[in-house]
């Protein structure tokens, strides 16, 4: 079992560097968690094709954010009394597993309730991940370290979806599926040499499970959740019809808009990790959600490789900007005593969001077919145009929540 790590400030923990041993292992950790669980994500539609689901293909995404969206309540709660470590491990091992199973559950009601469970790995490790962090660093560096963070996260992301297509393409679907849990297996093992960050753990029981009706959601961090849930509209709409997309225009692998746009997405957190530390959190939003509308746009008259490319480089600047800077958001505007709870309420979002749109974008994939592209692609602009505007309105509202002015 780790170690508690006893801290008496902020200061102290972040001291000498922000850039510790544990920091880095968490690092890795998430390198690794998240290629498990990326690497599937461009062969699963043709997958669920073969196995006669053709169309269901909108809910491969949506049961796995469903469960996802549902545990973040209780991982919030149990990240803030059992540890951040333990429930890190947890959403590692349910990747482990799932890998495992996937072979061997070869129905389409099979398969489909193996991705409900897989949701529950999502619904978890993130959310004690960014609380983690927020324990080990300074305020006026949380955006800083969860760009840095991101940046292992987009690279796994990044070649996760390449890794995955190479295997199915020069090995079979099982190899893939394989590899997957071998990932996890590693990421489970690295989390377990790190030191405990919460002070004053409770030990494990059921009852934890037990949630008042204050604990289901954190009504301080309402602004990012409500930009979260608009941008990751678009989020659920990629990942179903990228694949689609890039054979449309003649790209083979079906990992490399993943690949691109995450590591688009990468050089934007290295270059600017920084930057809503100094500008302020919704000045930064403004610029990434502008960025995100764009992109959306190229990605509906994509009719070229080069198009296609270019609109993936533009939307993973997008993200670039989006993920830390949302996640540094929440931070700044939760306690201390209920950072878990804050950003699982902000992962409750970012679940609903990327599931109503693979439900919408697999809905147009079955019934609209030419058109299912500009249509999916075109309402995820508009909601992201809504969502700029809404940080317009809320920039004129509060003060910039920055950490030298925190909202």
């Known amino acids: 079992m780790p170690t508690q790590l006893h801290r008496t400030d902020s200061a102290s923990l972040a001291a000498p560097s922000l850039y510790t041993l544990p920091f880095w292992l968490l690092c890795l950790s998430n390198f ?27 809910l491969i995404i949506a049961l796995f954010t469903l469960t996802a969206g549902i545990s973040r309540p209780f991982s919030g709660k149990i990240t803030d009394t059992v540890g951040r470590v333990p429930v890190m491990a947890f959403g590692s091992i349910v990747c482990f597993l799932c890998g495992l199973l996937y072979p061997f559950l070869i129905t389409v009601a099979g398969f489909l309730t193996l991705r409900l469970v897989h949701g529950f790995s999502t619904g978890t490790k993130p959310t004690a991940t960014s609380a983690y962090v927020a324990d080990v660093v300074p305020a006026d560096r949380r955006g800083e370290a969860m760009g840095a963070l991101g940046l292992f ?7 996760g979806p390449v890794i995955g297509s190479f295997l199915v393409n020069n090995a079979s679907m099982n190899v893939m599926f394989y590899t997957s849990s071998g990932f996890a297996l590693m990421s489970i ?65 079906k990992g490399w808009f993943f690949a691109v746009y995450t590591l688009a997405s990468l050089v934007v957190r290295l270059l600017f990790s920084k930057s809503s530390d100094r500008y302020g959190r919704i000045p930064v939003m403004i610029v990434a959600t502008v960025v995100l509308a764009v992109s959306l746009v190229m990605l509906a ?14 939307y993973g600047m997008a993200w670039g900007m989006n ?36 439900l919408a974008a697999g809905w147009f994939f079955t ?41």
């Open 189 to 253: 093992g690295i989390l377990l040499r790190l030191p405990e960050t919460l002070e004053n753990r409770q030990p494990f029981r059921l009852s934890l499970f037990k949630l008042r009706s204050d604990e289901w959601f954190d009504m301080g961090v309402l602004p990012p959740f409500f930009v979260q849930l608009l941008n990751s509209f678009a989020s659920g709409v990629v990942i179903i019809l990228a694949p689609a997309l890039s054979q449309s225009v003649g790209v083979a692998n």
């Open 153 to 159: 996260t987009a690279t796994g992301m990044s070649l």
């Open 32 to 58: 690794l968690f998240s290629a498990s669980f990326s690497m599937m994500i461009p062969e699963l539609p043709e997958y669920l094709t073969t196995l006669g689901g053709r169309e269901y293909i909108g």
């Open 323 to 358: 993920s830390p800077t949302l996640q540094a958001w929440a931070v700044d505007l939760s306690d201390e005593a209920t950072r878990g709870r804050a950003m699982a309420t902000l992962y409750i979002a970012l679940e609903l969001g990327i599931g109503l749109g693979a």
């Open 367 to 407: 019934n609209m077919a030419a058109q299912a592209l500009v249509a999916a692609f075109g309402i995820a602009a508009g909601l992201a145009v809504v969502g700029v505007g809404y940080l317009l309105i809320v920039r004129n509202r509060l003060k910039p929540a920055r950490t030298s002015d925190l909202v």
């Open 301 to 314: 008259v994509t009719n070229s490789v080069a198009l296609f490319y270019s609109s993936a480089i533009v």
